[in-house]
């Protein structure tokens, strides 16, 4: 389980950089969705304190 929030952290950062320097404006606010939902992720996965 621990493998897979990384899985989705790391997918969810790649589209957001993909979508900011490949499509710019035009889907804007879907990059900074993901961005949320990837920052969500990693304060959830400090909150429940497990290890590496």
Known sequence: MKDLIWLIIVILLVG???????????????????LVLAVIAILYRLATGRRL
Request: avoid cysteine; hydrophobic fraction near 60%; aromatic fraction near 22%.
């Open 16 to 34: 957001w950089l993909i979508g900011y320097f490949g499509f710019g404006d035009v889907v804007g606010n879907l990059i900074h969705i993901l």
